[in-house]
């Protein structure tokens, strides 16, 4: 079969899609000088409308996506993503950021009541709704934390932050980008942080901790108030790594666990869409003591007016432009007036429920649980001896469910890390377990079965080592002429 | 409202596979006193309450009319077919693509995103796009303190006044040193550089909407062996000489104005191209070709060991999620305008923002015209610029970004034009600025 065609294989010179308005006479060249225009016109693909919606339609099938498929991403939270929001955000779509203030004072109201109620479910005292993404969220709060002990001149000699072996990759490389040295301390035989090496590594050279909780291995810290007291003895803040809120929604608060900053992902907990890999959305909230240092704007309430505040002087200054991925703030802010606290807290409750369902399930089917006890809303497994978790989870692809996060944590082997969410059924989890039984199954029967999968896919298993040996990072018109 | 499945038995059958005797039960291992917390939130809405609370928050936003906003975002044209097209569930309700089996609708239109910005840019290499075009520019200075090993920038006064905010963000924890080159009056004067500069970022066209002498400030960066950062609009690339084309080593950018609706600014992308050589020291996902055991062609994630997920304290930057259904917005815009429609686009923009000047300057007003612009360009006002804006968007006009005191240019706006703007628009505008007495020259001769 024939591989399927680039935008650019579809193209033939002259044709026209889309018609934009009619340009007057006009002399560019006099306008912008013959200087400045550009030589030869990018190539750029010409299709008729009908060719791009084939295209880009079949693309689309070619895709699994949360609306088509069970999509158990641990810690990606990929619950169903409720139309309304999307409705909701249509109704800003079309505001300018530098448009009069009075005339987006509902874009503005919305904003300052998504503060409001992010503090309220974080018990958080100050929220900053800037960064575009989890990651961006984190380095907003490093920088703050770094502020904070600028400011009580312990810059200099706090240098470390502490971070646990089964962190998102990302906390170290954000303590990295705000320049601080990385110490890992490990996972103990429970699962949750080793209490005596986080003891030993604390120290007046510790700026702050960065902790998930409940952790990636799913496991809630149940040293977290131990471990907040020696951080904060120790003159080191806490951070707390939002990924994993959806866990605890309504039930206990980062803010009242001891942690002074905070970042959530809106497009994990709140259900805004994950895109194909964003745009997400990162606020950061903190505890009254660094709410100087928030990143900027900051929207405040004076009389009866809404107003984006940029004149903070102690800010760490602006993430990015404009306010934040306003259209998302709008899609977190329906999720949470259409949910109210009743409703955050069944959330995390039936996301528990349902975690721990498929633990028993997946278990009873054989494979290893490294981490047996109640878990919060995700867990992580291993497949039974003898099995490649990359070869599970590509048989899974032909039962047309996507598969878990697959070896993440680093510090368990061959793991596999199920979340399936609230907002899935318990026939859609048996239906998994059924497929994952079905894989074992087959396994045994046909060992070589299982290294061959995916069958059913639009492509197979990729050569993963030429596309990074011989890098095709775009398409080469000279190769195709 | 709710979206969860669960019957009262269905909570039964799972409590009993669990062993456990009630939800709460489950959250045994949560400190006891700090549990259940009240949540100070309104009660929750069913979808018509929902929705009837939402329309009533927009409603205090007000009416558009015509509109002459820029700054960086711009009202363009976007065809229907565009979001009806990427705003599909499949594309939406995905994440990042790590099973690439069944993740060659997003893959592969990143690979032809790919190609689009390396075609529009005229530099070698594309990632898959990053939060947006302030961070995206400050990732690029990071990138050339690493590729240089140098700890100065210099950033052009041209280079808007929010991406030079989050390059000093970004930077100033390390320790790098930002300098300011100064316009003279409108564009970017000689830079007068050393060679302790790692890059010299620089806006074409500049904030205030004037065309910058890029190839002898390209020259200028190269001499003391600094990189080249040229930000850019990227749809002024469909007329301008591309980044490529002056030797620029970075080329990086919001690409809100090649098909995303300005959303009060977010989310839009960023965008990063560089030069092959450069491809090391590159943050963000990357979408490679490679081929499947069947010898099909397929696209995959690529070069990851940059990243953060496999390199953690070591990676490039600790960007993850970027902003892939808005560059994909853009991809399937560009697809649709074609390269004829995109130049139309940028054409009449330039067009129209020129009759506008005319059509000021013809009013009694005095645009600043002495330098070349694009499709924005600055008009002295009467009266603090900020009020200007406020009292235009009184009579239903949104126009006049202000021009930040920072420039010297005393009370100014920036005017914005796209293809989209009527010969009645530009008149009720400048209908408007004499309403507000907006109109400097008139209080110089009174």
């Known amino acids: ?481 | 409202m709710h979206y969860h499945p669960h019957t009262p038995d269905d909570e039964r059958r799972a409590l009993a596979a669990i062993g456990v005797g009630s939800i709460d039960e489950l959250f045994a291992d949560l400190p006891a006193e700090l549990r259940d917390p009240q949540l100070d939130l309104p009660a929750g809405m069913d979808e018509e309450a929902l929705l009837d609370h939402l329309r009533a928050l927009a409603a205090k936003n007000g009416a558009r009319g015509p509109d002459f906003l820029g700054g960086g975002v711009r009202r363009h044209f976007i065809p229907s077919v565009t979001p009806h097209l990427a705003l599909q569930s499949e594309f939406v309700t995905a994440y990042t693509p790590y099973q690439p089996e069944v993740s060659q609708g997003i893959l592969q239109a990143t690979f032809e995103y790919q190609t689009m910005m390396c075609e529009l840019t005229g530099l070698d290499v594309s990632n898959a796009s990053m939060y947006d075009g302030a961070s995206a520019t400050a990732e690029a200075a990071l990138l050339a303190v690493r590729q240089t090993g140098r700890d100065r920038v210099v950033v052009s006064r041209g280079v808007h006044p929010e991406t030079r905010a989050v390059i000093e963000t970004y930077l100033r924890p390390l320790g790098v040193r930002i300098d300011v080159a100064e316009l003279s009056p409108l564009t970017t004067a000689a830079l007068g550089i050393g060679d302790d500069v790692a890059g010299v970022i620089v806006q074409q066209p500049n904030f205030l909407g004037y065309l910058e002498e890029m190839r002898r400030l390209t020259d200028e960066a190269h001499a003391a062996g600094a990189l080249m950062i040229a930000v850019v609009d990227p749809l002024s690339l469909a007329l301008l000489a591309p980044p490529g084309a002056y030797c620029a080593d970075v080329a990086v950018g919001d690409g809100q104005t090649l098909g995303n609706p300005p959303a009060f600014g977010g989310p839009t992308f960023g965008f990063m191209v560089v030069r092959q050589d450069l491809l090391r020291q590159f943050p963000g996902r990357i979408v490679g070709q490679t081929t499947d055991v069947d010898g099909k062609r397929a696209f995959v994630l690529t070069l990851q060991a940059r990243e953060q997920h496999i390199r953690r304290s070591k990676a490039k930057s600790n960007i993850c999620t970027n902003h892939q259904l808005t560059a994909l917005m853009a991809t399937i815009n560009v697809a649709a305008l074609g390269p004829e429609g995109l130049r139309q686009v940028a054409a009449g923009s330039v067009e129209r923002a020129h009759a506008l000047a005319s059509r000021l300057a013809e009013a009694g007003y005095e645009p600043l015209t002495s330098g070349r612009f694009f499709a924005e360009f600055v008009l002295p006002v009467a009266r603090p610029a900020a009020e200007v804006r406020s009292a235009l968007a009184a009579r239903g006009v949104h126009a006049g970004v202000p021009v930040p005191a920072e420039y010297g240019l005393g009370d100014a706006v920036l005017l914005s034009a796209t293809e989209r703007v009527k010969d009645e628009d530009i008149s009720a505008l400048i209908a408007a600025l004499d309403a507000v007495g907006a109109r400097r020259a008139e209080v110089a001769r009174g």
Not at chain 1, 160 to 180: E, F, L, Q, R
Not at chain 1, 450 to 470: F, H, I, N, S
Request: charged letters at 20%.
């Open chain 1, 1 to 481: 079969m024939a591989d399927f065609p680039l935008i650019y294989e579809r193209s033939k010179p002259g044709r026209r899609g889309a018609q934009p308005p009619a340009v007057r006479d006009f002399d560019l060249a006099a306008a912008l000088g013959e200087e400045n225009l550009r030589a030869e016109a990018p190539r750029l693909p010409e299709v008729s409308e009908l060719d791009l919606v084939r295209h880009y339609t079949q693309l689309a099938h070619r895709q699994f996506s949360i609306d088509a498929n069970f999509y158990p991403l641990g810690s990606c939270t990929m619950k169903y993503n409720p139309k309304v929001n999307e409705e909701a955000a249509k109704l800003f779509s079309d505001l300018h950021p530098y448009q009069a203030p009075e005339t987006a004072q509902g874009a503005l109201q919305l904003m300052h009541e998504l503060q409001q109620d992010l503090c309220a479910i974080t018990g958080m005292d100050a929220f900053s709704l800037q960064p575009a993404a989890g990651a961006h969220g984190e380095l907003a709060g490093v920088l703050m934390i770094r502020a904070y002990h600028e400011a009580r001149g312990e810059g200099d000699q706090r240098r470390v932050v502490i971070v646990p072996d089964s962190a998102h990759g990302t906390n170290p490389a954000t303590a990295a980008m705000a320049g601080y040295e990385v110490v890992e301390v490990p996972t103990g035989p429970s699962g949750e942080v080793d209490l005596d090496a986080y003891k030993a590594a604390m120290g007046p050279n510790v700026a702050a901790v960065m902790l998930t909780n409940p952790s990636t291995l799913g496991l809630f810290e149940r040293n977290i108030v131990e471990l907040a007291r020696v951080a904060h003895e120790a003159g080191a803040l806490l951070y707390y790594d939002g990924a994993n809120l959806n866990a605890i929604l309504g039930r206990v608060r980062p803010g009242d666990m001891g942690f002074d900053v905070v970042h959530l992902n809106l497009h994990k907990t709140f259900t805004t869409p994950h895109g194909g890999g964003g745009p997400g959305t990162g606020p950061v909230g903190v505890k009254a003591h660094l709410a100087e240092f928030l990143p900027v704007p900051v929207i405040e309430k004076r009389g009866e007016e809404y107003v984006a505040v940029d004149d903070r002087p102690r800010s760490v200054g602006r993430m990015r432009s404009h306010f934040g991925n306003f259209g998302n703030l709008v899609r977190a802010y329906t999720y949470i007036r259409a949910l109210g606290a009743e409703g955050l807290r069944q959330v995390s409750g039936y996301a528990v429920l349902n975690a721990n369902y498929l633990r028993v399930k997946v278990k009873e089917l054989g494979f290893r649980v490294p981490f047996d006890r109640i878990n919060m809303h995700e867990f992580v497994a291993q497949p039974p001896e003898g099995l490649r978790t990359l070869d599970v989870a590509k048989a899974l692809l032909d039962h047309g469910m996507h598969p878990m996060t697959v070896y993440f944590p680093l510090t368990v082997k061959e793991a596999m890390m199920i979340e399936p969410t609230e907002t899935e059924s318990l026939e859609t989890l048996d239906a998994y377990v059924e497929a994952l039984g079905q894989v074992l199954e087959r396994a045994a029967a046909d060992p070589a079965y299982l290294k061959g999968a995916p069958y059913t896919t639009p492509v197979r298993r990729l050569d993963e080592v030429k596309a990074a040996r011989q890098p095709v990072l775009r398409y080469e018109f000279e190769a195709a002429d």
